[in-house]
Nanobody, 127 residues
């Protein structure tokens, strides 16, 4: 069973930066593609960023492109989401997800494609 635990959320002012971490308890994290999603109150879960299992390919939602960076450290079984220039509309619960894959260079933006999810960490950006 693979477990994901997010951390790093909190309350910040607009314009601030925050880095989320996702610790993955997989025997071989290097065969899991990863992703970050978020869900604001009253809205559906939406894609934020995704990364291939080797970390050489990433993809971002237009709303965060240029401000957020997804990365991973397979030796530490950890995935990150660095968020800069935060806006009030970034306020949401952020979830990390993992999908087992043997395809290099592939990322996944559809939440239905992921096998495992964390419990979420809340990010609140005040104006």
């Amino acid at each position: 069973q693979v477990q994901l635990v997010e951390s790093g959320g909190g309350l910040v002012q607009a314009g601030a930066s925050l880095t989320l971490s996702c610790a993955v308890s997989a025997r071989t994290f290097g065969i899991y593609a990863g992703g970050w999603f978020r869900q604001a109150p009253g809205l559906e879960r939406e894609f934020v960023a995704a990364i291939s299992f080797s970390g050489d390919t990433s993809y971002y939602a237009d709303s965060v492109k240029g401000r957020f960076t997804i990365s991973r450290n397979n030796r530490k079984n950890t995935m990150y989401l660095q968020m800069m220039t935060l806006k009030p509309e970034d306020t949401a619960v952020y979830y990390c997800a993992a999908k087992k894959t043997y395809s290099s260079g592939i990322y996944y933006s559809d939440p239905g494609q992921y096998d495992y999810w964390g419990q979420g960490t809340r990010v609140t950006v005040s104006s």
